[in-house]
T-cell receptor, first 110, second 113 residues
Framework: AQRVTQPEKLLSVFKGAPVELKCNYS??????LFWYVQYSRQRLQLLLR??SRESIKGFTADLNKGETSFHLKKPFAQEEDSAMYYCALSGGNQGGKLIFGQGTELSVKP | NAGVTQTPKFQVLKTGQSMTLQCAQDMNHNSMYWYRQDPGMGLRLIYY???????DKGEVPNGYNVSRLNKREFSLRLESAAPSQTSVYFC????????????FGPGTRLTVL
């Protein structure tokens, strides 16, 4: 079965500290993985996708097929990074639907 | 371009009442989706429409119906609301193939008393 797991409901760090939001997935084929972010009072939006291999707002994520993980990392957290982060998987099924994880709330303290 | 729009933004219902949540997109996307967002549960897919004229069940379809009225519009109906349907509902759209970005609406916060 397709599944995305984000083990941490809440992650709290201080400004300038490194941050890693964990994401593990279960899928038998070749998935595409995404990170979506929801800032306070804003709509959910795409942060990055693994096929782009790009850094957005200082965040990076590498797909590790061996460990079936797609962890989101940033070396120096900023207060404006505080938000809800969702990992999502697209499995090549009809209509491009996504399977989302439970979400991790990141709180960056000054 | 407005992107994805949803109405209403807020709604309070009594148990047993019915209502329809409206969603429209102006990006000429093929696929549209309805999710519910609950604390600790993430976003769960209720129904989706891969293309105009088709709809399919997602992870949590019970108690809901949908209509893909045309390419732009995708509505979600609660025939007999229950307190368990208290949630925030998001509509999204995408071009419709694997890897396409989904664009989300602002959400509808629904409370069922």
């Amino acid at each position: 079965a397709q599944r995305v797991t984000q083990p941490e409901k809440l992650l709290s760090v201080f400004k300038g500290a490194p941050v890693e939001l964990k994401c593990n997935y279960s899928y038998s084929g070749s998935p595409e993985l995404f990170w979506y972010v929801q800032y306070s009072r804003q709509r959910l939006q795409l942060l990055l996708r693994h096929i782009s291999r790009e850094s957005i707002k200082g965040f990076t994520a590498d797909l590790n097929k061996g460990e079936t993980s797609f962890h989101l990392k940033k070396p120096f957290a900023q207060e404006e990074d505080s938000a809800m982060y969702y990992c999502a998987l697209s499995g090549g099924n009809q209509g491009g639907k996504l399977i989302f994880g439970q979400g991790t709330e990141l709180s960056v303290k000054p | 371009n407005a992107g994805v729009t949803q109405t209403p933004k807020f709604q309070v219902l009594k148990t047993g009442q019915s209502m329809t949540l409206q969603c429209a997109q102006d990006m000429n996307h093929n696929s549209m989706y309805w999710y519910r967002q609950d604390p600790g549960m993430g976003l769960r897919l209720i129904y989706y429409s891969a293309s105009e004229g088709t709809t399919d069940k997602g992870e949590v379809p019970n108690g809901y119906n949908v209509s893909r009225l045309n390419k732009r519009e995708f509505s979600l109906r609660l025939e007999s609301a229950a307190p368990s349907q208290t949630s925030v509902y998001f509509c999204a759209s995408s071009a419709g193939t694997q890897g396409n970005e989904q664009f989300f609406g602002p959400g509808t916060r629904l409370t069922v008393l």
